[in-house]
């Protein structure tokens, strides 16, 4: 079955460049989450949309921004990057804003 | 906004004992409750889950009981084996002007000893 697609798995940047994350979601789920892990801690949410449009923030800081495109993937930007941004960033996606959330693999995003 | 307690934060136990991680939280509009396991550098991946209508869920040697009174939900595992060794989080899903987002606890570090 298909899964939560993210890319790129892995990524390195310096301290303020810029890193754009990808999720596309199973096929028919209408609504994706963001959520970002540092090591040893919990998923913080930071994000959501439903039908391409947001639906709630969490703990997103200002220099990051996302949206979801017509064919319901979406795209996590992340500017003037942080030594602190360094963490696990999830995508997950729901049929719906009530159903299972389906995790993907994550995308690693080291800052140096 | 929706908070999540879970105790404890590391739990060990013998190959074949039960183990029972609890969670707590503060919305009472919350209507859904997933266990995730997550294995180190890996996806946070749904064991069990539970909604408010409903007091107890099993699947095979993992159980979920919510008491909505007391807006608490506990993970049991029985048997437990090596395998089981992972964190796991469990998380609410809040209502209100929050509809589908999960708040996940703190998360428990489970080691099961051979």
């Known amino acids: 079955a298909a899964g939560v697609i993210q890319s790129p798995r892995h990524l390195i940047k310096e301290k303020r460049e810029t890193a754009t994350l990808k999720c596309y979601p199973i096929?028919?789920?209408?609504?994706v989450y963001w959520y970002q892990q540092g090591p040893g801690q919990d998923p913080q949410f930071l994000i959501s949309?439903?039908?391409?449009?947001?639906?709630d923030k969490g703990s997103i800081p200002d220099r990051f921004s996302a949206q979801q495109f017509s064919d319901y993937h979406s795209e996590l930007n992340m500017s003037s990057l942080e030594l602190g941004d360094s963490a696990l960033y999830f995508c997950?996606?729901?049929?719906?804003?009530?159903?299972?959330?389906?995790f993907g693999e994550g995308s690693r995003l080291t800052v140096l | 906004g929706e908070n999540v307690e879970q105790h404890p934060s590391t739990l060990s136990v013998q190959e074949g004992d039960s183990a029972v991680i609890k969670c707590t939280y503060s919305?009472?509009?919350?209507?859904?409750f997933p266990w995730y396991k997550q294995e180190l550098g890996k996806r946070p991946q749904l064991i069990i889950d539970?909604?408010?209508?409903?007091g107890e869920k099993k699947d095979q040697r993992i159980a979920v009981t919510l008491n909505k009174t007391a807006k608490h939900f506990s993970l049991h595992i029985t048997e437990t084996q090596p395998e089981d060794s992972a964190v796991y989080f469990c998380?609410?899903?809040?209502?209100?002007?929050?509809?589908?987002?999960?708040?996940f606890g703190q998360g428990t570090i489970l080691t099961v000893h051979p």
């Open positions: 919305d009472s509009a919350s209507n859904y």
């Open positions: 096929p028919r789920h209408d609504t």
């Open positions: 997950a996606s729901s049929l719906g804003e009530t159903g299972e959330l389906f």
């Open positions: 998380a609410a899903m809040a209502g209100g002007t929050s509809y589908g987002k999960l708040t």
């Open positions: 539970i909604r408010s209508n409903v």
């Open positions: 949309f439903y039908e391409k449009m947001q639906s």
